[in-house]
């Protein structure tokens, strides 16, 4: 379980060093395309993408440290790094909003128009294709280690495509159609739309902080990978919680009475080798307890978590 944990840090800090060269050289393009087209759009883009690089540090950072082990002061380790890294991409994506929204605003009072569209096009198609290629890239990664900060880091690179094409088509309507008021209409859509991306990508961090229960298909999935044990009598208190790319499953297991202590030990660590083959990255907590015997109602938490599910016969 360790390698596998130290393969998903690797993964995982090479995305987010991805994203931050993709945005630096976005960056670079961005701002002289804005100084040259004058576009409100352009200048949205470019101003998305400065906030971009930032958040793309920060996820560097964040993902490094919720990759490192657990140590003394962290038993669980330091998966919620990447929480925290996802929240601050999110403010830095509002404040990118209400900044572009608040020009695009200003702008509709200025009857200026753009200037040298195909030069802005080309450079939004470049930053298209440049995109969509570490999109790509962060969609195999996140598929192989469920990274939240990396998540949140691609909802933003998803509103950058829309981004972009929404330049092309302002530059567009701009200069050839002659709808002056296009441009900076985009540029309210495009701070509408980045606001959207900031309040998904809120969501999965604060569940993560909130320590949220997986999704009930998840946590059927785990049941019956533990139920296929033949001793397993059954389960209650079971309890589950996600950190950055970590799983982590808590749950009281009935054997039957008569077993000694060595022969439900046993039953146990087979219990956890079974789920650890179809749950790799899950760390396991199991409490035994004897079939019949009844916890002080006082220790549960949840309620609904007291009712025992109960496999096989029952002694």
Excluded: C
């Excluded at 906030?51 to 950072?61: E, I, K, P, R």
């Excluded at 909003?97 to 753009?114: M, N």
């Excluded at 808590?250 to 146990?268: G, R, T």
Aim: no cysteine; hydrophobic share 50%; net charge negative.
């Amino acid at each position: 379980m360790n390698a596998i944990r130290r393969d998903q840090g690797r993964l995982t800090v090479r995305a987010a060093i991805a994203s931050v060269a993709t945005a630096l050289f976005l960056l670079l393009l961005k701002a002289y395309a804005a100084w040259t087209t004058g576009s409100v759009a352009m200048l949205g883009s470019l101003a998305d993408t400065g906030l971009d690089l930032l958040a793309a540090l920060v996820t560097l950072y964040g993902v490094h440290l919720a990759s490192t082990p657990a140590d003394h002061d962290h038993r669980f380790g330091h998966g919620k790094a990447e929480a925290l890294a996802a929240l601050f991409q999110v403010a830095l994506i509002t404040a990118s909003a209400v900044a572009i929204g608040w020009q695009a605003i200003a702008r509709l009072r200025d009857d200026r128009p753009t200037a040298d569209a195909e030069f802005g096009i080309a450079v939004s198609l470049i930053a298209i294709v440049a995109t969509f290629a570490l999109l790509a890239y962060q969609r195999r990664i996140i598929a192989r280690t469920g990274s939240i900060a990396i998540r949140a880091d691609s909802i933003h690179y998803q509103s950058d495509l829309l981004l972009n094409l929404a330049v092309i088509a302002a530059l567009i309507l701009d200069q050839h159609l002659g709808l002056t008021g296009a441009d900076p209409l985009f540029g309210i859509a495009i701070a509408l739309w980045l606001a959207w991306g900031a309040f998904k990508a809120s969501s999965h961090a604060v569940d993560q902080l909130m320590d949220k229960e997986w999704p009930e298909e998840e946590r059927d999935r785990f049941l019956s990978a533990a139920a296929q044990h033949p001793e397993l009598r059954g389960i209650h208190d079971f309890r589950t919680r996600r950190s950055g790319s970590r799983d982590f499953a808590q749950f009281h297991m009935y054997v039957a009475p008569d077993m000694s202590v060595k022969e439900a030990h046993v039953v146990m660590d087979e219990v956890e080798a079974k789920i650890a083959r179809e749950f790799p990255n899950v760390e396991v907590l199991i409490h035994l307890d004897p079939e019949g015997h009844v916890d002080h109602p006082g220790n549960n938490l949840v309620e609904t978590d007291v009712t025992p599910i109960w496999f096989g016969k029952r002694a």
